[in-house]
């Protein structure tokens, strides 16, 4: 067997030892996927279904019914840091690579342009609406 051969029998040998590895992957990271690759639309589903997602929700619409400034604050706060923990959690990691590339974990542009849109209208809305001098 001529060292080319070899390399080439060994690389596909690694090949095949690593498809399981990424099945493996997807069936930690996401049980129930069926195989087909996630839209960003599924994506931002599966986001928002998370509990810290889910809390914040309710917490805006508090902060949005009272009007509250500082309440605002505080969700817009929220929502920053709970988007980078639910798009970002594995940091880059082989995890999350291997994850994007088998298809099972979708696109989260989505998600984080629905947070951002949400963090700008609160502001907008629970802004102070100033009062004007009178002369």
Do not use: H
């Not at 390399?7 to 996401?30: F, Y």
């Amino acid at each position: 067997m001529g060292p080319l051969r070899r390399r080439l029998t060994l690389a596909a040998g690694l090949c095949a030892i690593a498809v399981p590895a990424q099945a493996q992957t997807c069936a930690e990271l996401r049980p129930g996927w069926d195989g087909t690759p996630v839209s960003a639309f599924q994506e931002l589903v599966f986001l928002a279904q998370s509990p810290i997602v889910l809390i914040l929700i309710l917490l805006t619409a508090v902060a949005l019914r009272f009007r509250s400034e500082w309440g605002g604050l505080a969700c817009v706060v929220g929502w920053s840091i709970a988007t980078y923990l639910v798009t970002d959690w594995s940091g880059g990691s082989a995890t999350g690579t291997a994850a994007a590339t088998e298809g099972c974990v979708g696109s989260p542009v989505l998600f984080i342009t629905f947070a951002a849109a949400l963090c700008i209208g609160v502001v907008l809305y629970t802004a102070p609406l100033g009062k004007r001098k009178q002369n």
